[in-house]
Structures are given as C-alpha cells and as structure tokens.
C-alpha cells in the first residue's frame, strides 16, 4: 500500500476519530494531519506485524492523548464568530449532539467509543488501547449506555 | 426520538474536511526546520563561547593554575549542559507511535520526568560550575589590579552571580516545574482511567 492509498483509505476514519476526541474541526484536521506525518514517517518501517489499520488509529489515538500537552494552545484559540455560524448550520443536530456527547467522555472513553463507532474489531480496539477484550467489551456497553441515556434526555428536549 | 439510536449511523454522517496532500507536506517541512533550528541555536551559542574562551587561554596565556582550572571548569559547565540537552531532543523523537495507548502514556510520563531532572539538576549545575570557574578564572587578573580594583571586581562578579543564582535560576526553574508538574500528573490522570476498574 503507498502512502498516497493509505491517506485515502484512511483518512476520513483518523479525522473522525479526531473530531471524537476535540470535537472542533480545524483542531481535528490540524491531529489528523499530525497523524499521517508520523505514517509517512514510520511508513519505511512498517513491517506487517499489525494490520496497518491498527498501526494507524495507535498513532493517530497517541497523537490525540499527547495533545493534552497543548491543551493551554486549545483554549486560547479564538474563531471568528461568523466561522461557528457556519460550521454550526453544516451540522445536523443530532450528529452535533453525539459529537459534543463523546468529546465530554474521559479521554480514553472518547478513544473506544470512536473506535467503535468506526467499526473497528474490539479485539484490535484492545490492542490499540492496550486492555483485555473482555475490558474493551465491558467499556463500549456503558459508554453506549451512557450516550443513549443523554440521547433519550435529548429527544425529550426537542 | 427512537429509544434504539444507530450511533454509527451518526457518527458517519460527520462532515469531513476534505484532505489536502500539499499542506500536509509544508506542515512537514515546517516541523522539521523549526525542531532542527532550535537545536543549532543552543549548541552554536555554546560552542562558541567555549572556543571564545580557548582563545583567550590561547592568546593571554595565563600563569596561573587557578586560572587555568576556571576556564577548564567553565567549558566543561557548557559541555555537561549541552550534553544534557542534546540528549533530551532524541529521547522526544524516538518515543514510539505504535504503542498501545497505555504503553505510550507510560513513555511520556517517564520522558516528561526526565524532563523535569534534567532542567533543575542540570540547571544547578551548570550555575555552580561556571560561577566557580569564573571566580578561579578572575583571580590572577584581579591580583595585577590595585586592591581596590580587585575587590570592586569580584564584588560586581559576585553579585551578579547572586543575582543569577537567587533570582533567575528559581524562576526559570519554578516556570519549568509548574508547566511540567500539570503535564505529568494530566497524563497520569488518563492512564488511570484504563487502569481503574
């Protein structure tokens, strides 16, 4: 696979997961881009071992938790308001709600549940996040409780 | 709204920023100089100062042991620092992408500790080292000065030193520290999230 198959095939799924985790969409592609650095990178060295599926989302996923470093940047970044108007009206807003939902899970939550999401194997879910699969399984159930939960809040909302 | 929501339905729907090869490869670019340049800054600035000072051993040739120790002792202060902070740039870069997340956390725990050694216990050591050295270094001069001279000299260099030593270095210290400190114990928080259960 060259680099160029990979950053089609994959880049869609990375910028989801992204967008799961900071829930801003230039923060999000700003990760996702981070990510496909580090393949291109790393790509020479790639040898098999895992599927490239999962050596993607383990950097893209490590990518995500090491911006906890840069979370001072985050919030000093200011969006035109005009901007948000705009982003805020392409959304639906119940894929806006989910989004917001996931991004307020702990850090490691919003990784599994984007996962997922994603239709990743829980077995390479484990793998990624590195816990047993029972755990994996264990963790998707409640996140899912959780989300349906606030869903069913939501629908009584509007 | 239906009790059974299909969340990856959902979650597929999200608008995707369409992707774009030639900003990633200037952001690529970018990253590379501005890492590398920073890295030939401090090493160019250090490294000039100690030939700076070979030259002055070179062209005053000084009488005194006392002089020649100081200047030793000040090269080897900015050959320690520099080793120190040369050896922290590689230990970033070789941090492995491919781990499993908990694996990873680990490493930038251990890494941003490392961190936090290296910049207060090199930083005291590299002061000690060069006010020493530049006290040894200044004794043959001040003895050719008059005694007054000599003690308005050694005065200036010791209240500089003071100034560097009570003043600078706790700051520059205690800013590393804070900023490190909350780093490391964000991290940890996340690992404990995989780990509690």
């Known amino acids: 696979m060259t680099f160029e198959d990979i950053y089609k095939t994959y880049w869609q799924k990375i910028f989801r997961l992204c967008m799961g985790f900071m829930n801003d969409k230039d923060l999000a592609q700003d990760l996702a881009q ?25 950097i893209a996923s490590n990518i995500c938790l090491r911006q906890i470093e840069n979370e001072k940047r985050i919030i000093r ?18 894929i806006q709600y989910l989004y ?42 409640r996140i899912k409780e959780k989300l349906t939960q606030k869903f069913k809040l939501y629908g009584q909302q509007y | 709204m239906d009790n059974n929501i299909d969340f990856k339905d959902l979650w597929a729907k999200q ?24 890295l030939i800054i401090a090493n ?32 080897l202060a900015m050959v320690i620092y520099l080793f120190a902070y040369n050896q ?32 207060s216990t090199m930083l005291r050591l590299y002061f000690i080292m060069l006010s020493s050295g530049l006290c040894l270094y200044l ?30 270095r706790p700051k520059i210290i205690k800013k590393q520290q804070i900023k490190i400190d909350d780093l490391i114990s964000k991290f940890e928080n996340v690992k404990r999230q995989l780990q509690d259960e």
């Open chain 1, 34 to 58: 981070e990510t496909f650095i580090i393949v291109w990178q790393q790509l020479p060295k790639f040898r098999n071992e895992a599927s490239i599926g999962t050596w993607i989302f383990r």
């Open chain 1, 77 to 94: 970044v200011d969006l035109p308001m005009n901007l948000m108007e705009e982003k805020q009206s392409i959304f639906e807003p119940q």
């Open chain 1, 100 to 141: 917001k939902c996931i991004a307020k899970l702990p850090e490691t939550d919003r990784i599994i549940i984007s996962l997922e999401l994603e239709g990743i194997k829980q077995v390479e879910i484990a793998s990624i996040v590195g816990l047993s699969e029972v755990n994996i399984r264990v963790r998707i159930y």
């Open chain 2, 15 to 38: 608008t995707i920023s369409p992707f774009n090869t030639n900003d990633l490869f200037s952001k690529l670019n970018r990253l590379k100089r501005t890492s590398l340049r920073k």
């Open chain 2, 44 to 75: 160019v600035l250090l490294i000039a100062t100690c030939v700076f000072i070979m030259f002055i051993w070179y062209y005053y040739q000084p009488k005194l042991i006392t002089t020649k120790i100081g200047i030793v002792v000040c090269i």
């Open chain 2, 88 to 119: 922290f740039f590689p230990l970033l870069k070789t941090i492995d992408y491919k781990q499993s997340n908990i694996e990873y956390l680990q490493d930038l725990i251990s890494i941003k500790t490392k961190q936090h050694f290296l910049q």
């Open chain 2, 139 to 168: 004794y043959e001069y001040s003895l050719m000065m008059p005694t007054f001279w000599a003690i308005l000299s050694y005065t200036v260099t010791l209240a500089w030193i003071g100034y560097n030593w009570f003043y600078i």
